[in-house]
């Protein structure tokens, strides 16, 4: 199994940029594919982006431009770079990872609240 903790969340004024981060521990090597989701009130979960084991990165609802995903293996962290933050950005994003068990796990997620 792996634990999942995300960070980087907080308020920020629209228009201004925030570095989510996802840090894995446990049985890393077993992630075959991780990702971002976000949920805001009253929304379903909204899948942002995945990326695999060759880095590739596929963006599922993430208007062009302003969501990055990226990881940094040797530390094991995920990354969700957002710029040009709106105010419909605001939710709880969340992380999870699919193991090659075939089970999904999730992080607790961190707040995004965009608003001046």
């Known amino acids: 199994q792996v634990q999942l903790v995300e960070s980087g969340g907080g308020l920020v004024q629209p228009g201004g940029s925030l570095r989510l981060s996802c840090a894995a521990s446990g049985s890393t090597f077993a992630i075959v594919l991780a990702g971002w989701y976000r949920q805001a009130p009253g929304n379903p979960r909204e899948l942002i982006g995945t990326?695999?084991?060759?880095?590739?990165?596929t963006y599922e609802n993430s208007p062009a431009g302003r969501f990055t995903i990226s990881r940094d293996n040797a530390k094991n962290i995920m990354y969700l770079q957002i710029n040009n933050l709106k105010p419909e950005d605001t939710a709880l994003y969340s992380c999870?990872?699919?193991?090659?068990?075939?089970?999904?796990?999730w992080g607790q997620g961190t707040q995004v609240t965009v608003s001046s």
């Open positions: 990326i695999r084991g060759d880095d590739r990165v």
């Open positions: 999870y990872a699919d193991l090659t068990n075939q089970r999904r796990y």
